[in-house]
């Protein structure tokens, strides 16, 4: 359910002397650069569409392909092909405001304007170039997004989709000339020419008159773009993506000592893959990570909510700066109220957070009956726990607790980012809370004795909030139900009064859609949220909450509008490790790190839960 949020919460936001006024949607992107781009795109295919179609060559719309940009001389239908790829890959930076896509179109457009002139004497040709050029000039000051991060394996990246999209292509255009070509070649033929044919050879198909230079030509200019924007991406300076320097971990964690148990979520701030922006007095900050041109924070902004609006300002700053689209994921409902009335984004409802009292906790009564008889099932079968902070751990076993969680993680892909650290055992995290399971086996396995683990990291003084959890597959199930009790019933000792367990996403709705007399649209959103839990573990984990008779936070995403949903809910799979678009090293080749281990997941793996 999409809410907006406009006033102030007593006893949570601060009043102010005077309403402040809505702000318009955000940055939203200028008239100009949105439709530059996609006139560059609509230019490119039909450029493209010239090149490749014999009939379209002839057809009345070529008489339009022929006066725009790269459809000049002998060589037209390499020309247009070469012309509408790169107009297809600008036009999408343009549409971004990105300066070096204006720098790349300002330095074609004339030479397209010569070109058309030399090589035709096409004045309407250069004067269509030329007015682009002209427009691009007036409007230069919307063309100042900053480059997003980026790293070597962009290059690799673009060599595999350019290698693909030319045999696609290249297929297509050996293909679509039947009345010329000589013989009836099969389809390893075909493409066994489309490949000699970008890397400049003749292959075994033949064409009657001048169809084969065509051919040769068009699939020529395919292989020089790929190879030569592969050859930019590699060779360009790389622009990574910021990280968190010891100075601004240093002043996240000042700021978290004073503030850190307004949210639950502030310590995952000091994830090192992810990048801040302070307020103007140094009291509040904002950190987050840049994925898929998405600029996505996560959790409450650090410090005191006071200067939570000058810290929000340098945020939407930064986006703008940039064209990246803002968002923030499972923010609290005073964040919700500050984000939307300092920004005029909107928020969304994600789900909730299941918040357990240590006070009022008990394994008595009927609600908690299954919990309480797992437990001691578990505890007749010799199982032990022991819950201690990460400092008061020697080294040795800390090194076996890394090794294992890293072994026992359900997937290949390490998941996590809102409600993720990142890191076990680190010296600074000294405050962290270790669960761990034991059991004296006959023949002891690689960890010794160690059979499940839980990681909680600080929340202010007198929290904890679950980082992650990690089973043996060979212990018997009910380990994290056992972990999560001898958590609980130890928090008084160490001065914690509540625990914060993991996030349930439409928890709500799947709550109201199991009820007797829930409608039909409410069963039908519950089936499909059900459906998606095969993969997801969204009523999965919504049930493994519920069992500790938890109260019910809810969580908000904050974005500018609903066109930006899709891209943003891709890079926050991305994010989260539900996506993975990198190429990850082999499990053997991959090195272990003692104090900055890989990241690790809020959320139970998918075999803890359904095991549980």
């Not at 790293?151 to 045999?167: E, Q, T």
């Not at 600029?295 to 006071?306: C, N, R, T």
């Not at 649209?521 to 999965?540: C, K, M, P, T």
Request: hydrophobic share 45%; with cysteine; proline share 6%.
């Amino acid at each position: 359910m999409s809410v907006r949020i406009d006033g102030e919460k007593s006893g949570q936001v601060p009043a102010r002397p005077r309403r402040v006024p809505r702000l318009p949607r955000g940055p939203r992107p200028e008239a100009v650069p949105v439709l530059t781009g996609r006139a560059c795109a609509l230019v490119g295919v039909v450029d493209i569409a010239a090149g490749v179609f014999p009939r379209f060559r002839h057809s009345r719309m070529h008489a339009l392909a022929e006066v725009l940009p790269g459809s000049f001389g002998p060589f037209a239908a390499a020309l247009s092909l070469s012309a509408g790829v790169l107009l297809l890959l600008l036009g999408h930076g343009l549409k971004r405001r990105k300066r070096r896509a204006w720098r790349a179109a300002v330095a074609l457009l004339p030479a397209g304007a010569v070109a058309q002139f030399l090589y035709r004497h096409s004045l309407i040709g250069m004067f269509i170039s030329l007015v682009l050029f002209t427009v691009l000039l007036c409007y230069r000051r919307e063309f100042a997004a900053l480059p997003d991060p980026r790293s070597r394996w962009w290059a690799l990246a673009n060599f595999v989709l350019m290698s693909a999209g030319s045999v696609a292509l290249g297929l297509v255009i050996v293909s679509v000339h039947p009345g010329r070509t000589i013989g009836d070649p099969s389809v390893a033929d075909r493409l066994t020419h489309v490949v000699y044919g970008l890397f400049g050879f003749e292959g075994p198909v033949s064409y009657q008159g001048s169809t084969s230079w065509t051919v040769a030509f068009s699939l020529g200019a395919l292989g020089w773009l790929t190879a030569a924007t592969t050859s930019y991406l590699a060779f360009r300076p790389e622009h990574p993506a910021a990280r968190l320097t010891e100075e601004d971990e240093t002043r996240l964690r000042a700021l978290l000592e004073r503030h850190g148990r307004r949210d639950s979520l502030g310590h995952f701030a000091l994830r090192r893959d992810k990048a801040v922006v302070f307020s103007p007095s140094g009291k509040a900050a904002v950190t987050y990570r840049v994925v898929s041109g998405v600029m996505l924070a996560s959790g409450d902004p650090i410090g005191d909510v006071e200067a939570w609006p000058g810290a929000i300002e340098r945020f939407m700053d930064v986006a703008k700066a940039h064209s990246w689209a803002p968002a923030v994921m499972g923010c609290s409902e005073t964040g919700g109220e500050v984000w939307t009335r300092e920004t005029g984004l909107d928020a969304l409802e994600l789900g909730d957070e299941a918040v357990v009292d240590v006070a009022d906790f008990s394994l008595a009564g009927r609600a908690m009956r299954n919990v309480r008889q797992m437990v001691k099932r578990i505890e007749r079968a010799g199982y032990e726990t022991r819950v201690r902070r990460v400092r008061d751990l020697g080294e040795a076993e800390l090194e076996r607790v890394r090794r294992a969680a890293e072994d026992w993680r359900g997937t290949d892909t390490e998941r996590g980012f809102s409600m993720a650290l990142g890191r076990i055992g680190d010296p600074a995290d000294g405050d962290c809370l270790i669960a761990t399971a034991h059991k004296q086996d006959e023949v002891p396995g690689p960890y010794g004795d160690l059979k499940a683990i839980l990681h909680f990291v600080p929340w202010g003084t007198d929290g904890a909030s679950l980082d992650l959890m990690r089973r043996d597959r060979s212990a018997d199930p009910g380990m994290n139900e056992l972990l999560i009790v001898a958590a609980l019933q130890a928090a008084p000792r160490f001065g914690i009064t509540r625990v914060s367990l993991n996030f349930a996403m439409f928890r709500s709705a799947l709550a109201r859609g199991e009820k007797i007399g829930a409608g039909p649209v409410l069963r039908a959103w519950r089936g499909l949220l059900v459906f998606l839990s095969r993969w997801f573990q969204i009523e999965s984990l919504y049930k493994f909450n519920a069992k500790f008779q938890p109260r019910w936070e809810p969580r908000f995403l904050v974005y500018r509008a609903s066109a930006d949903l899709p891209r943003i809910g891709f890079a926050a799979m991305q994010a989260e490790g539900f996506v993975n678009l990198a190429l990850p090293l082999p499990r053997f080749l991959r090195g272990r790190r003692a104090t900055t281990p890989r990241p690790c997941g809020h959320a139970a793996s998918e075999h803890d839960v359904r095991a549980a």
